[in-house]
Nanobody, 114 residues
Framework: QVQLVESGGGLVQPGGSLRLSCAAS????????MGWYRQAPGKQREFVAT???????DYVDSLKGRFTISREIRKNMWYLQMSSLKPEDTAVYYC????????WGQGTQVTVSS
């Protein structure tokens, strides 16, 4: 089993930046890919970004250039750096990990509002 805990969410003004963190524990050796999804109010959960064990990253097209995913393998952590935030980025952000199965964190709220 893998346990994931997100942190770093909060309230930020439009145009601001925020960095989310995800800490993994447990059977971390099984993780092959990791990343982030988000779910805005009244909408389905959507893919945001992913990074695999080779360091290859991928993003949803609409967020390329504003969001950056990174990882620290030794710390079993990965991050989502978000910049130029917009009100439509308001959502609960979930980190995930995939190895033999998918694992999810509990989510962290990001609210972009003036």
């Amino acid at each position: 089993q893998v346990q994931l805990v997100e942190s770093g969410g909060g309230l930020v003004q439009p145009g601001g930046s925020l960095r989310l963190s995800c800490a993994a524990s447990g059977s971390v050796f099984s993780i092959r890919t990791m990343g982030w999804y988000r779910q805005a109010p009244g909408k389905q959960r959507e893919f945001v970004a992913t990074v695999n064990n080779y360091g290859t990253t991928d993003y949803v097209d609409s967020l390329k250039g504003r969001f950056t995913i990174s990882r620290e393998i030794r710390k079993n952590m990965w991050y989502l750096q978000m910049s130029s935030l917009k009100p439509e980025d308001t959502a609960v952000y979930y980190c995930y990990a995939y190895g033999s199965q998918a694992y999810w964190g509990q989510g962290t709220q990001v609210t972009v509002s003036s």
